[in-house]
């Protein structure tokens, strides 16, 4: 009874702060009066609200691995993964501490043991990692807690952010840090493209109740809504599922040309050697908005910078974490009512192939999803157009944008 009656009481609240009920329609229920609707109507209707709100946020449980081979090499793997393999092709012997972090990439690591290996001696190991954002307003900010929450997980890592490139009137604006580890050196370059959109959301700023950064200023909103629908009105319709339709539209080509700039501005200097290795970290939208600009890129002449970059950024990654992969549903504005993509079209469809040989996202060895990272049944990564199932674990929600 005692559940019953907290389940009864959560649908009240529920229906309360959404607006589904008045206050004085949810009143006290006499529990011995079998006939009582409303008493009905909550009592179906907590447990199915509790039930839905588990599987929103648990997807796969456990979370489903797609190649039982697969090995999961961490960030903080690669730079010593990447010296064992120059060293092999140079016929020289590695450094022992490069050794010890690539022989155990998929094994538990003796922190004590970890933090013993001198950051001076991981110098020259460098692994590249670019972040992409999804919808919904992002900052700089958001570049720096990410970066922060993946160094706290390293032993003895060190974090130093750079001065973040301001965008060009309106353009990507690009946020580096680097991470010293005892493995190696990590640069990161957050790729923060909100300023794109930001301009035609504030057209929607009239709409917020509780006005957003990008809003403030606006007048405010004349009406009372209920708390829960005005919290989903400021943020999901008014802040995030703007960005999507923003670049289903018209936009598309601006913004995958801003994204071409942010991208040759980021990975196509002369101090980037080919066997740097490359991680890809991108989440919803973003990881659309990337690839489809690799593969324009490789449209380009073959011997540009822009189509030369592209190849060599596939030829370089080494692990693609996609946090929630919307390829395949953000395609469908791509194709016509029967389900057959123009061919001279800009189209990641169901996921862009890897053509480099060791350079795919999540197949064989050196790649993955990263540490506890997932990608469902991501799109795999690479310069080749092509429907390719990339693999790895999902842990989180890949159904949300």
């Keep these: 009874m005692n559940i019953l009656l907290s389940a009864r009481r959560t649908a009240a609240a529920l229906f309360r702060l959404t607006g589904f009920t008045h206050f004085h329609h949810v009143c006290r229920i006499n529990h011995t009066n079998r006939c009582h609707p409303v008493g009905r109507l909550m009592s179906a209707a907590a447990p199915g609200c509790l039930v839905l709100l588990a599987a929103c946020s648990t997807p796969y449980s456990p979370p489903q691995i797609l190649d039982a081979d697969t090995r999961f090499p961490g960030l903080v793997d690669l730079p010593a993964q990447a010296e064992v393999r120059a060293a092999a092709d140079a016929g020289r012997p590695s450094s022992a501490d490069a050794d010890f972090f690539a022989t155990t990439a998929s094994e538990p690591r003796a922190g004590a043991q970890a933090q013993t290996r001198a950051l001076a001696e991981a110098g020259s190991r460098t692994t590249d990692v670019l972040l992409v954002h999804g919808i919904c307003t992002h900052d700089a900010r958001w570049a720096q807690q990410v970066v ?3 160094a706290q997980a390293i032993d003895s890592a060190t974090m130093s952010t750079a001065r973040a490139v301001a965008p060009d009137a309106g353009g990507i604006e690009i946020v580096p840090t680097t991470v010293e580890t005892p493995a190696g050196r990590l ?3 957050a790729l923060i493209w909100s300023p794109l959109t930001t301009p035609l959301k504030r ?3 009239y709409d ?4 957003s950064a990008i809003c403030t200023g606006a ?3 004349p009406h009372q809504r209920a708390l829960l629908n005005a919290r989903l009105k400021d943020t999901l319709i008014d802040d995030c599922l703007p960005d999507a339709l923003i670049y289903q539209g018209v936009a598309r080509d601006a913004i995958q040309l801003r994204m071409r700039d942010a991208i040759l501005h980021v990975l196509a200097g002369v101090d980037t050697a080919d066997n ?3 991680v890809v970290i991108a989440h919803s939208m973003g990881s659309k908005i990337m690839f489809d600009t690799l ?3 490789t449209l380009e002449a073959p011997a540009s910078r822009a189509a030369t970059t592209a190849r060599r950024t596939m030829e370089r990654m080494r692990i693609l974490v996609m946090a929630a992969n919307q390829i395949p549903l953000l395609s469908l504005a791509d194709q016509p009512l029967d389900g057959v993509a123009s061919a001279g079209g800009v189209d990641s469809g169901a996921g862009v192939a890897a053509d480099a040989a060791g350079a795919g996202a ?6 993955g999803a990263g540490a506890g990272a997932g990608a469902g049944a991501g799109a795999g990564a690479g310069a080749g157009a092509g429907a390719g199932a990339g693999v790895a674990a999902s842990t989180g929600a890949d159904t949300a944008l």
């Design 148 to 150: 922060a929450q993946l």
């Design 187 to 189: 640069r990161f370059n």
């Design 203 to 205: 057209q929607l700023c």
């Design 208 to 211: 917020q109740t509780g006005k």
């Design 219 to 221: 007048p405010p909103y």
């Design 276 to 278: 740097v290795p490359l």
């Design 295 to 297: 593969l324009r890129m």
């Design 362 to 367: 999540g197949a064989g060895p050196g790649a």
